[in-house]
Antibody, heavy 121, light 106 residues
């Protein structure tokens, strides 16, 4: 059974930093790209970042580029999101997502339960 | 960036009725479109991928159609558990989501 368990969400001051983790199980972690998707309170879904199975290729939404860094530890089957220079606009539930691929395109078929990041003074 | 526009923003229907939700893309996404259902306090759940394919375990009352820029999610006969927010998402070029359609009980 696929499981994705996020942690690390917290209340942080504007300008601060935070690291989110997602421990994966039930599938061959290194075989899959992994993603982060966020949802601000009462708002819709926003793709944040992705990383290939090898870890060599990463991608970011323009809204977080230069401030967030995605990484992974295949030995520990763990996905990370390092967030810095946080602002109130980054306040959201952050979901870790495992995709499945079809003709080279990824669909998000397993989601973690999410971890809440609140940015406020 | 490909923008997805969902309509209506809110849809009020009764159990047993048919629901039709629309998603329009600002440029062609082929059939690389998915639909997700989200209930309060829960993570989204994949319903439809590749515009018209049901994900594992999704009931047959859910169906998707469309290609290029115009897509539809149809729920043939609403069950009480279907009242939720629905999002479309494209994965043809990067990933973007629509703003959501809230399906509420009339």
């Amino acid at each position: 059974e696929v499981q994705l368990v996020e942690s690390g969400g917290d209340l942080v001051q504007p300008g601060g930093s935070l690291r989110l983790s997602c421990v994966a199980s039930g599938f061959s972690f290194s075989d899959y790209s992994m993603y982060w998707v966020r949802q601000a309170p009462g708002k819709g879904l926003e793709w944040v970042s992705g990383i290939r199975g090898s870890g060599a290729i990463t991608d970011y939404a323009d809204s977080v580029k230069g401030r967030f860094t995605v990484s992974r530890d295949s030995l520990k089957s763990t996905l990370f999101l390092h967030m810095s220079s946080l602002t109130a606009a980054d306040t959201a539930v952050y979901y870790c997502v495992k995709p499945f691929g079809l003709r080279g395109h990824d669909y998000f078929d397993f989601w973690g339960q999410g971890t809440l990041v609140s940015v406020s003074s | 960036e490909i923008v997805l526009t969902q309509s209506p923003a809110t849809l009020s229907l009764s159990p047993g009725e048919r629901a039709t939700l629309s998603c329009r893309a600002s440029q062609s996404v082929g059939t690389y479109l998915a639909w997700y259902q989200q209930k309060p306090g829960q993570a989204p759940r994949l319903l439809i991928f590749d515009a018209s394919n049901r994900a594992t375990g999704i009931p047959a009352r859910f169906s998707g159609s469309g290609s290029e820029t115009d897509f539809t999610l149809t729920i043939s006969s609403l069950e009480p558990e279907d009242f939720a927010v629905y999002y479309c998402q494209q994965c043809n070029l990067g990933f973007t989501f629509g703003q959501g359609t809230k399906l509420e009980i009339k």
